[in-house]
């Protein structure tokens, strides 16, 4: 599998406060790879910098080979980030419709490809409602089906299932899945350690290092641990990153 973002010793501050001190990941292409790490750990930043919302303060990032995405492949990105961005005044369709167009989706394919991000999260019968009238639920459902609405190459989802009840929940995955199959590559940060089991591979941040990295089971057998709670706990003392691949 090849190389789908390559970073190397990404640092980055927000003013004086340096929250990613030296991060070296490589995620390949057509996985499903998790962030994992306590609150403030920097995920959103690292996810953000992925997207390209920010820039590195130092360091590389490379997408597909490319030093920092062209315009051309941010548009293959689709991004759920954690506080909805999406127009509340607008019906759950009109918004699709702006992102359609905002995605560049050709006209002919925008109802197909609406309907399929709505069935997905099960909002298909919402669609003339205005989203000032959906719950804190409804609205992250949405927010997903909008990052999936241009078929992305690359998913990027902070957080997905705050919010979702269990039943949605496995369905999601399960599309996830689907999407891994036909060639997605995901990424997804999450507090959840269910979640965090269901990745390929995962990355354990903490203090703005990547303190371990490997596959679930890789994780936990080389910290002799049985779960991924304890098996963060064990890694968390570690100064330096541990390759699960190694
Ligand atoms: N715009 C900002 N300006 C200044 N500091 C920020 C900003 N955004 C985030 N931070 C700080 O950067 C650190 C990392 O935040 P980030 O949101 O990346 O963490 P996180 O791991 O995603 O947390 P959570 O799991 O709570 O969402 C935190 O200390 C946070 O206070």
């Known amino acids: ?115 399929e991000s709505a069935k997905v999260v099960n909002l298909e019968g919402q669609l003339n409602k205005t989203l000032e009238k959906f719950s804190g639920g409804m609205k992250r459902r949405m927010s997903l089906a909008v990052a999936l609405l241009h078929q992305p190459s690359l998913l990027i989802l902070d957080e997905p299932t705050v919010g979702i009840d269990p039943v949605l929940r496995a369905s999601i995955w399960e599309e996830l899945r689907n999407m891994q199959q036909q060639g997605t590559t995901i990424t997804i940060t999450t507090h959840v350690m269910d979640e965090a089991e269901k990745c390929d591979n995962l990355a354990l941040l903490r203090d703005g290092y990547i303190i371990a990295q490997g596959s679930p089971a890789d994780l936990k057998a080389k910290s002799d641990t049985d779960s991924l709670e304890a098996a963060f706990l064990h890694y968390g003392g570690a100064k330096h990153a541990y390759s699960c691949n190694r």
């Open 1 to 115: 599998m090849s190389a789908f973002i390559e970073m190397k010793n990404i640092q980055y501050s927000y003013g004086k406060e340096t929250v990613l001190k030296d991060i070296n990941l490589t995620i390949p292409e057509g996985q499903l790879f998790g962030l994992l790490g306590p609150s403030g750990s920097g995920k959103t930043t690292l996810v953000k910098i992925i997207n390209g919302l920010l820039d590195p303060t130092n360091g590389t990032i490379h997408i597909e080979n490319e030093q920092k995405p062209s315009f051309s492949k941010m548009q293959k990105i689709g991004y759920m980030a954690q506080s909805d961005a999406l127009y509340s005044e607008l019906t759950a369709k009109e918004n699709f419709d702006f992102f359609a167009s905002l995605y560049k989706i050709p006209r002919k394919e925008r109802k197909h490809r609406i309907t």
